[in-house]
């Protein structure tokens, strides 16, 4: 099961940087957990939220010898308090609910970073994945909607997906 690329690349540029030793994260709207095992992989402590009790079965069955390093949260993300200055990390991949956009930042540590990429408006030109436009992002939303975050990285694509792609860290 492999990672998003993204998740790789941004751990290689700006968490192992900033984190040479491995810290605490969330992966929100995790799914089957493809994101949260390779964090745990590399040693990380993470919380893998999602509302879908299947999905979170799954990946606590992919998790395996990592499992003891992963809180399993059976959650709806658009009503989940994480709390203040909880994570280092935080990964959002593929979910956009903007009403946990204020929530994110609020559960970040100073110092910590927020890795976000998921689909924009762009993608339904290429005849697949979410349409409705709720799940895709408008041009530089990401920016627009983590302004008080110090954006590291963002990159708005369309290649085989319409996709931005945020890396932003808390003062
Ligand atoms: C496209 S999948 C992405 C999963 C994972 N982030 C990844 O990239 O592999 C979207 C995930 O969001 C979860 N989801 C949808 N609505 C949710 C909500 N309100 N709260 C938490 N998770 C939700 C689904 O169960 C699904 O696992």
Known sequence: MQPDPFLPYAYEQFIKPAFPNPGTAMD????????????????????????????IAKAQENAE??????????????QFKAGRSKYDVLLVFFYLERKVFPELINALRPGGVLIYKTYTELQPRLGKG????????????????????????????IRDRGVAQLVARKS
Not at 28 to 53: F, K, M, Y
Not at 65 to 78: E, G, L, S
Request: aromatic share 8%; charged share 15%; glycine share 6%.
């Open 65 to 78: 010898a990592y499992r003891n390093r992963i809180t399993f949260q059976c959650a709806d993300a658009a």
């Open 28 to 55: 929100l709207a995790g799914g089957i957990g493809r994101h949260a095992i390779w964090l745990a992989r590399h040693g990380w402590q993470v919380t893998l939220v999602d509302i879908s009790e299947v999905a």
């Open 130 to 157: 979410p349409t409705h436009p709720m799940h895709l992002l408008k041009q530089n939303e990401l920016l627009r909607a983590f302004s008080q975050l110090n954006v590291l990285h963002y990159e708005e694509t």
